[in-house]
Structures are given as structure tokens and as C-alpha cells.
């Protein structure tokens, strides 16, 4: 993985590409890794396959790229298509489609231009056990994790589709595992504000159809993900996601936007994320908006330490930590994540027993938390 430093680089090298079809490429040379890396760690392999700016030696791999995303993406969100239809006729229906798959889907041309690992889903709390069983019979399996009521508010399944190709679904009843953005968004007012699109992929998914939050809301979800899960990172990826999100939003939407973002106190993540995209990709921003953001961002907001990326660890967890209402909440996010349970522990730690695997996590947690420079390999 590339280090933030190397990953900004190569992103604004690449950013031009993307937004100019006339831009020319710098020679592979000052890349700090192989040039194809580069464009695989930044999202963009598919989408610059025809670009005239690319190096002519590396074109048939990408073409390879465009042609396995879309293979791919037919497959997964076909089989996506026949999940939400079964777990509709089960009266599961209250379920939003959001992130990467339902960005795919709303501002990008085609849905194979936007690469994503997994679909996430987001669903009410009370119905996350059904929903995980109801997974369990559609023919996914569980995936190992962290678990708790507190250390994450999510829970990964998989299914294969074929010799190469898995359909991985993460199931959220949270936005976030943060614990100062976890209560951001309800699920009922991302039902109320959403949209809804169709696949069309091939007529397995004929008349499916997902509900997917408002360009509004996935803005603001956009903002807050890339630093409240990718706080380490910047990935040309996520950019364009805001980047074609914010053109997207006329002038009451815009508004809206600056509305919510002061009242879920999120202005400085969403100025962060607006700002960072306009000087990679040039997006168009109404000047009133940043004011605005500028101004609210001047409030205290307990996602505002997310913006400065090399914090300490310890620095993090003690403000997810603030963010807990009550005493007990917080004492179980605390054993939560220094004691989760033992089948983790041992997984994670490459032991049989439990009690070793506890003392290794305990040792690297230190080295971890007191690391005041970013790791590379997070």
C-alpha cells in the first residue's frame, strides 16, 4: 500500500486524467510505485483504459481491468438484485443501499466505473439479527470479525459466485464503526430523503430494484467515510465520488446540504472533503457553501480531530470514547476493545490460547497507540 505522502503524489498526477481527456501523464519514473499499482490503489485502472494520456505499454492490462470490472459487476449485482427480492418477499424491505455500490449506481455512468470490494447495506438495529439469518439462508456465509455492542456496528458475509468471483456483503445498522459519527444518520430519515434506481444488468435482475440514500445525504456520508474509516489514507476513488456527487446538487439541494451538515455537526469533515476535492479535480463549488462551511466548521464538532490524519491512536479512541453519553456505554467500549472475545483473539493473533494472544494484542496495541506517524500498512 502506498504511504499518504506517496498516495497524494500519485494523486495529483493522476487527478487531471481523469477530469481532462487531453491531460498528458507523467513518465512512470516519478511514480513512487509501478505505474499500474498506482492506478489500482486509486480506483481508476477501468476507468483510464481508453485515455489517450496513458502509456501505451500498460493499455492491454487495463483494457483487461475494464473488461474483468465489468464481468464482474454484472455477476455481483445480478445475485445483489435476487438477495433484495428474497429479502423483500420476506418483509425485509426497510434495508438502504449506500456507499460505493449505491454511488455506482446514481452519479457514475456505468456501475463498472466505480470499483468497490463489497455492497454495503445499512438496516434498523432491532432487525440486524434477522437480517444477518436471512443472509444465512440466501446462501451467505458469516465472516470472522471484531464483535460487540459497542467496538463495531457491522457484521461481513460472503458468497461465492463463482471459481473467481465472491459476492461480499457488509451489513451495517450504524453509519459508522466511530463512535462521534456512528449517530449521524437514522435509518428512517435515509429511507424518507432517499431514491430509488434499478438494475440492469440482465434479466435475472429484471424489475429489482435498491433504495439508495439522496445525493444530499451520500454526500455527507461520502465526507464522512473517507476520513472516519480512511483517515490514513486519500484515494482518487473517493474524490470522485464527492467530485460527482457536489456537481450533481442545484442550489436548494446545496442548502440542504449546508442545513445538515451544521446539524449533525459535520462542516468540517464535509469542508475537508469539498476543499481536498476541488484542488485534485477542479469540482465546481458554490463560493456561499464554503462560507458557510467555513463558519460552522469554526464551532467545536467531535469529528473535527478526524481532520488531522497523524494523531496518535490513543488520541482517536479517547475522543470515540467522549462521545459515548454514559458511563456504562463507555466502560463497554473499553473492554470491547481491549478484551474483545476470545475466538477473535485467537484468530487474530494466530494462537490457540486465548490468554497469549491477549498479551501480544496488549504489546502491539502500545507500540500502536503511541506511533505518532502514520503506518503505511494500515
Known amino acids: 500500500m502506498l504511504s499518504r505522502a506517496d498516495a497524494l503524489t500519485s494523486l495529483a498526477k493522476l487527478a487531471p486524467l481523469v477530469i481532462d481527456s487531453s491531460a498528458n501523464l507523467a513518465i512512470d519514473t516519478e511514480f513512487p510505485e509501478p505505474l499500474l499499482g498506482v492506478f489500482d490503489y486509486h480506483g481508476v485502472s477501468a476507468l483510464l483504459a481508453d485515455h489517450t494520456g496513458v502509456p501505451s505499454h500498460i493499455t492491454p492490462d487495463l483494457k ?8 464482474n459487476d454484472a455477476l455481483q449485482m445480478a445475485e445483489l438484485a435476487q438477495v433484495l427480492t428474497a429479502l423483500k418477499r420476506q418483509g425485509l424491505d426497510e434495508v438502504v443501499l449506500f456507499k460505493g455500490a449505491a454511488l455506482a449506481h446514481t452519479v457514475y455512468a ?28 440466501l446462501g451467505f456465509e458469516s465472516q470472522f470479525g471484531i464483535s460487540g455492542d459497542y467496538v463495531s456496528y457491522q457484521h461481513s458475509f460472503a458468497k461465492k459466485l463463482s471459481a473467481h468471483n465472491h459476492l461480499h456483503i457488509d451489513l451495517h445498522w450504524r453509519i459508522s464503526n466511530r463512535q462521534c459519527l456512528a449517530q449521524s444518520f437514522k435509518l428512517c430519515e435515509l429511507i424518507e430523503r432517499s431514491r430509488k434506481f434499478d438494475f440492469e444488468h440482465s434479466s435475472q435482475s429484471s424489475g429489482a430494484a435498491a433504495l439508495a440514500p439522496s ?95 497523524d494523531l496518535p491512536e490513543y488520541r482517536y479512541f479517547i475522543n470515540d470514547l467522549n462521545a459515548l453519553s454514559d458511563l456504562q456505554s463507555k466502560c463497554r467500549f473499553v473492554m470491547e476493545t481491549v478484551f474483545p472475545n476470545p475466538a477473535y483473539i485467537r484468530h487474530q493473533m494466530q494462537t490457540r490460547f486465548a490468554a497469549w494472544g491477549y498479551i501480544k494484542r496488549f504489546i502491539r496495541g502500545i507500540s500502536r497507540v503511541s506511533r505518532s506517524k502514520p503506518d503505511s500498512s494500515n
Open 110 to 137: 456505468s456501475p463498472w466505473m466505480r470499483p468497490r470490494s463489497d455492497v454495503d447495506l445499512l438496516v434498523d438495529v432491532k432487525q440486524k439479527t434477522v437480517f444477518s439469518h436471512a443472509l444465512q439462508e
Open 215 to 309: 445525493n444530499v445525504d451520500s454526500l455527507l456520508i461520502a465526507a464522512l467515510h473517507r476520513l472516519g474509516h480512511h483517515h490514513r489514507e486519500e484515494r482518487l476513488t473517493w474524490l470522485l465520488d464527492i467530485h460527482l456527487l457536489a456537481e450533481s446538487l442545484n442550489e436548494a439541494q446545496w442548502q440542504t446540504f449546508v442545513t445538515l451538515a451544521a446539524e449533525k455537526r459535520l462542516a468540517t469533515l464535509s469542508l475537508d472533503a469539498l476543499s481536498t476535492s476541488r484542488s485534485f479535480l477542479l469540482t465546481k463549488l458554490p463560493d456561499a457553501v464554503i462560507d458557510e462551511l467555513i463558519e460552522l466548521a469554526k464551532e467545536k464538532e467531535p469529528s473535527q480531530i478526524l481532520v488531522h490524519r
Open 64 to 71: 483487461h481491468r475494464r473488461a474483468l470490472n465489468a464481468a
